[in-house]
């Protein structure tokens, strides 16, 4: 068995629905019978995870020329509607 400190900072662990974030943690890196694992020794807080949605310039086209409105509306309609092309047409149209 071999263990070795971490000089970490920041430990972020995340989750399909929050994050766990660990300031200044107390970090070890352990190895025994040819498996490391990390342990992690501190205080954190936990935070809703956000999923990132990619907007690309030919979805804000789509639904400006579908829905008739200018680009930042359609920009803001897709965000609102997590990138669902379909969703924001519907919204704008409504």
């Not at 890196?29 to 498996?35: A, D, L, S, T």
């Not at 936990?46 to 930042?72: F, G, P, R």
């Amino acid at each position: 068995m071999s263990q070795e400190d971490i000089n970490a900072t920041k430990v972020i662990i995340e989750t399909p629905d929050k994050s766990f974030v660990f300031e200044n943690p107390n970090v070890q890196k352990v190895i025994m019978q040819g498996q490391t694992t990390f342990q992690i020794i501190g205080n954190y807080i936990t935070e809703e995870s956000k999923l990132e949605v990619k907007i690309s310039q030919d979805d804000i086209e789509m639904v400006k020329s579908q829905a008739n409105v200018t680009d930042e509306v359609a920009q803001k309609a897709l965000e609102e509607t997590d990138g669902d092309i379909a969703e924001a047409i519907l919204k704008l149209s409504d």
